[in-house]
């Protein structure tokens, strides 16, 4: 029996081989970005807290910067702000000021993000300070790979001037915290499912976060003639 070729189908033109293989590799970036990040990430330490205060007053001095030139040095300038407002779940819009790219070798690759979220005052309250939780999320590699502190950060004006109140780090709020990070969606801070509240806690203020159950406490100082915190 005489044997046959299977005649092959005809070959795309080589512009289009090129578009489509430019196509798979700009679906494969893609999906590495918003690939979902490591499960052991909820077990990574704590940043040392002396870096982790250095990254802070970074933050406080851009905050202050901001303060300066928007409003005068006059905290009702943060009303300004963007607020944010979450997908998928009812609260009201928040306002979160960011320093980012803070020690970072190029912007975006690498370095810290620190995002301090402005809490709301505690109902009755006349004489709190501005409250912030803070948050530090560590970037390599052109993406956030962890987080890495979370703590408070108050600020009063007294004489026309900032004065702040830094606490500390608290690894075990933070553990809790990071076990209840959705793997799956993007990091960052504040996550639009958190819950952050301030509630009674003597001496000073606390905050807890209502889905982890994460406590972070504040010492702060007397309203007249105290030092801040550094």
């Known amino acids: 029996m005489p044997s046959r070729s299977i005649p092959l189908p005809p ?13 798979l590799l700009l679906l494969l970036q893609g999906c590495a970005t918003r690939a979902p990040r490591p499960a052991s990430a909820a077990a990574e330490p704590a940043m040392d807290e002396v870096r ?40 009201p819009a928040r306002i979160v ?19 301090g979220l402005l809490l709301a005052p505690r109902p009755g309250a006349t004489a709190d300070p501005y409250v912030f939780v803070v948050g530090i999320v560590q970037r390599d590699g052109y993406r956030p790979v962890a987080l890495v502190d979370v703590r ?19 690894p075990q709020a933070l553990l809790r915290y990071r076990a ?4 799956a969606a993007p990091l960052r801070f504040p ?40």
Not at 73 to 90: E, K, N, V
Not at 97 to 115: H, I, N, Y
Not at 216 to 226: D, E, H, I, K, Y
């Open 191 to 230: 996550a639009d499912k958190d819950r952050f509240e301030l509630v009674p806690c003597a001496p000073g203020l606390c905050v807890d976060e209502q889905l982890s159950a994460g406590r972070w406490s504040l010492a702060v100082p007397a309203p007249a003639g105290a030092a801040a915190s550094h």
């Open 180 to 183: 209840r990070m959705d793997p």
């Open 152 to 170: 408070l950060v108050a600020m009063a004006t007294r004489t026309g001037h900032l004065e702040w109140t830094v606490g500390n780090g608290d």
């Open 97 to 115: 000021f960011g320093a980012l790219d803070v020690e970072a070798s190029v912007a975006e690759r690498d370095g810290f993000d620190v995002q």
């Open 11 to 23: 070959r795309a033109p080589r512009f289009w081989r090129v578009v489509g293989a430019l196509a």
């Open 52 to 91: 982790a205060r250095q990254i802070v007053a970074v933050w406080r001095q851009q905050l202050a910067d901001y303060l300066d030139h928007a409003g005068g040095g006059d905290p009702a300038a943060l009303a300004q702000l963007p607020s944010l407002r979450a997908t998928g779940t009812l609260r």
